[in-house]
C-alpha cells in the first residue's frame, strides 16, 4: 500500500510540474490591435502598426513606406480621427499627464504620445520597435489606455525641445487605434 502511495504521489506531481512547464511555454498576448496607416497632406506615407499587451507591457511594432528618406518623428495623438486631408482632426499630442513635449522618459517631461523618432531610407521605408509599461489596451486607466487615439507620422524630425510639438513638420500619415 505504502508503494501504490508513493507512486501514485510522484505521478501527481510529474503530472503538475509537466502542466505548468506548458503552461509557461505559451504565452499568448492579452490583447492585440493592428492599424492601418493612411497617406495625409499630399504624401504617399503608409504603413502597418501592431500593438500587443502582454503582462503589463505594450509591445508596438511599425513598419512604413512612401516617406521622404531621412529621420520622421512618430507620435500619438489625443484621438482616432484621420478624417481631415492634414489629419489635424487628431487633435494635438496624446497627453494624460500634463507634462512639456520631450524625449521618451526625460526627467524633464514628455507625453505619453512622444515616441520618438526612426529614419527612412533611400527607398523611403522605416521602422520603429517601442515597448512600454505607461501604455495598455485593455485597461481602465485614461493615463495609459491607447485606444482611441491616433498615430501619426511627422513629415519631419522631433526635436524634443520645441512645445508643445517637437517641431516635427506636418503629418505625412494618420491611422486610429481602435480595438
Same mark, same amino acid.
Given at each position: 500500500?505504502?508503494?501504490?502511495?508513493l507512486i501514485l504521489t510522484l505521478s501527481c506531481t510529474? &503530472?503538475?510540474?509537466?502542466?505548468?512547464?506548458? %503552461?509557461?511555454?505559451?504565452?499568448?498576448p492579452e490583447s492585440t490591435v493592428t492599424v492601418y496607416?493612411?497617406?495625409?497632406?499630399?504624401?504617399? *506615407?503608409? =504603413?502597418?502598426?501592431?500593438? +500587443?499587451q502582454i503582462n503589463g507591457l505594450v509591445y508596438m511594432?511599425?513598419?512604413? @513606406? =512612401?516617406?521622404?528618406?531621412?529621420?520622421? *518623428?512618430?507620435?500619438?495623438? @489625443?484621438?482616432? /480621427?484621420?478624417?481631415?486631408?492634414?489629419?489635424?482632426?487628431?487633435?494635438?499630442?496624446?497627453?494624460?499627464?500634463? +507634462?512639456?513635449?520631450?524625449?521618451?522618459?526625460?526627467?524633464?517631461?514628455?507625453?505619453?504620445?512622444?515616441?520618438? %523618432?526612426?529614419?527612412?531610407? @533611400?527607398?523611403? $521605408? =522605416? %521602422?520603429?520597435?517601442?515597448?512600454?509599461?505607461?501604455?495598455?489596451?485593455?485597461? /481602465?486607466?485614461? %493615463?495609459?489606455?491607447? &485606444?482611441?487615439?491616433?498615430?501619426? &507620422?511627422? +513629415? =519631419? &524630425? /522631433?526635436?524634443?525641445?520645441? +512645445?508643445?510639438?517637437?517641431?516635427?513638420?506636418? $503629418?505625412?500619415?494618420?491611422?486610429?487605434?481602435?480595438?
Amino acid at each position: 500500500m505504502k508503494t501504490f502511495i508513493l507512486i501514485l504521489t510522484l505521478s501527481c506531481t510529474l &503530472v503538475l510540474i509537466s502542466c505548468k512547464i506548458n %503552461n509557461s511555454k505559451t504565452t499568448s498576448p492579452e490583447s492585440t490591435v493592428t492599424v492601418y496607416l493612411n497617406s495625409k497632406s499630399g504624401s504617399s *506615407a503608409v =504603413g502597418e502598426v501592431k500593438f +500587443q499587451q502582454i503582462n503589463g507591457l505594450v509591445y508596438m511594432s511599425a513598419k512604413l @513606406e =512612401g516617406l521622404d528618406p531621412g529621420t520622421h *518623428a512618430f507620435h500619438l495623438h @489625443e484621438k482616432a /480621427d484621420c478624417s481631415s486631408d492634414d489629419a489635424k482632426s487628431s487633435g494635438g499630442h496624446w497627453n494624460p499627464t500634463a +507634462q512639456p513635449h520631450g524625449k521618451w522618459g526625460s526627467k524633464e517631461g514628455y507625453h505619453r504620445g512622444d515616441v520618438g %523618432n526612426f529614419s527612412a531610407d @533611400e527607398t523611403g $521605408r =522605416g %521602422n520603429i520597435e517601442f515597448s512600454t509599461s505607461e501604455w495598455c489596451l485593455t485597461c /481602465d486607466d485614461p %493615463n495609459k489606455n491607447i &485606444v482611441g487615439k491616433a498615430i501619426i &507620422v511627422h +513629415q =519631419g &524630425v /522631433d526635436d524634443y525641445r520645441t +512645445q508643445p510639438t517637437g517641431d516635427a513638420g506636418g $503629418r505625412v500619415s494618420c491611422g486610429g487605434i481602435i480595438e
